[in-house]
């Protein structure tokens, strides 16, 4: 959202680390780096005799970047299982703060 890109390694097929171009800094009005993501699994849990039914699941996410070392990520998700022991809905949300040393 503010620039930054995610560099990807060809050789060992990673991608690399969101590098703030603006570091977040109070003094001078910065705020470092922001990124939004998003993902879908499905994840089906029968096997022969167990029938544990099928999970699809979406989660968004709002991920900060202060400076290289630390980020905060706001996650929304939602997910339905069905065909289980219980079918239902789950709704979850969840603040992580990571710091890389």
Do not use: C
């Not at 060809?10 to 570091?23: K, Y």
């Not at 001078?28 to 999970?55: I, P």
């Amino acid at each position: 959202l503010t620039g930054e890109s995610r560099p990807f390694n060809l050789a060992s097929a990673a991608f690399g680390p969101v590098v703030p171009d603006r570091p977040i800094s109070w003094k001078y009005r910065q705020f470092g780096a922001l990124e939004l993501a998003g993902r879908l699994s499905y994840t089906d849990l029968d096997s022969k005799e167990v029938s544990g039914g099928q999970v699809f699941m979406m989660m968004s996410s709002l991920n900060w970047y202060w400076n290289r070392y630390s980020r905060m990520l706001f996650e929304y998700g939602y997910a339905h299982a069905n065909s289980g022991p219980q079918d239902g809905d789950l709704h979850i949300f969840q603040v992580r703060f990571q710091l890389n040393i």
